[in-house]
T-cell receptor, first 117, second 113 residues
Framework: KAGVTQTPRYLIKTRGQQVTLSCSPI?????VSWYQQTPGQGLQFLFE???????NKGNFPGRFSGRQFSNSRSEMNVSTLELGDSALYLC????????????????FGPGTRLTVL | AQSVSQHNHHVILSEAASLELGCNYS??????LFWYVQYPGQHLQLLLK??????LVKGIKGFEAEFIKSKFSFNLRKPSVQWSDTAEYFC???????????FGSGTKLNVKP
């Protein structure tokens, strides 16, 4: 199976702009989660989507939003970019843990490196 | 709020030394526990996981971890590290049946040849 793919791999934006990142999960995986990774902070959970619905959300401002399509592909949008949004944004996919098992291992993509100038 | 603590931010070892990385979490309910590794320039990969059963779990590349419920800990160990183990290691906790993961801040391991 192909792994989780994320596009683009690198982005450079300026403050105030908006950005959209894309994630394609592993075939058959219905849950997609997004994380922000910064040095010293580790991975901070942004949100999780399942069946086109946001099911879990982290503590990020409303500038961060996402959506999921019927084919489980997901997009993340950040509006009004700030310098502090510079980070590696990771997408992870997994099988639905509520489908009868506890097998909810997350598989990560390579990430999108966002630089805000 | 739930949290995951990794006590060592940066560890430097010589090859063949033993490794133990600490991980503690704060959640009283049923959890699933994971260790992920991120090699330089590569994406996060699963090292090992604990769902239930034997609290001593073995993962890839000779790593193992022990779940001690009374201490809310899930420490990662390897008897003899290699230069190729140089990477950043993340402990993660998932609340049972909720697809919401909490990650520690990571431990950078530098193994000197």
């Amino acid at each position: 199976k192909a792994g989780v793919t994320q596009t683009p791999r690198y982005l450079i934006k300026t403050r105030g702009q908006q950005v959209t990142l894309s994630c394609s999960p592993i075939s058959g995986h219905r849950s997609v989660s997004w994380y922000q990774q910064t040095p010293g902070q580790g991975l901070q959970f942004l949100f999780e989507y399942f069946s086109e619905t946001q099911r879990n959300k982290g503590n990020f401002p409303g500038r961060f939003s996402g959506r999921q399509f019927s084919n489980s592909r997901s997009e993340m949008n950040v509006s009004t970019l700030e310098l502090g949004d510079s980070a590696l944004y990771l997408c992870a996919s997994s099988l639905d843990p509520t489908s009868g098992g506890t097998y909810n291992e997350q598989f990560f993509g390579p990430g999108t490196r966002l630089t805000v100038l | 709020a739930q949290s995951v603590s990794q006590h060592n931010h940066h560890v430097i070892l010589s090859e063949a030394a033993s490794l133990e990385l600490g991980c503690n979490y704060s959640y009283g309910g049923t959890v699933n526990l994971f260790w992920y590794v991120q090699y330089p320039g590569q994406h996060l990969q699963l090292l090992l996981k604990y769902f239930s059963g034997d609290p001593l779990v073995k993962g890839i590349k000779g790593f193992e971890a022990e779940f001690i419920k009374s201490k809310f800990s899930f420490n990662l160990r390897k008897p003899s590290v290699q230069w190729s183990d140089t990477a950043e290691y993340f402990c993660a906790v998932n609340l049972y049946n909720f697809n919401k993961f909490y990650f520690g801040s990571g431990t950078k391991l530098n193994v000197k040849p």
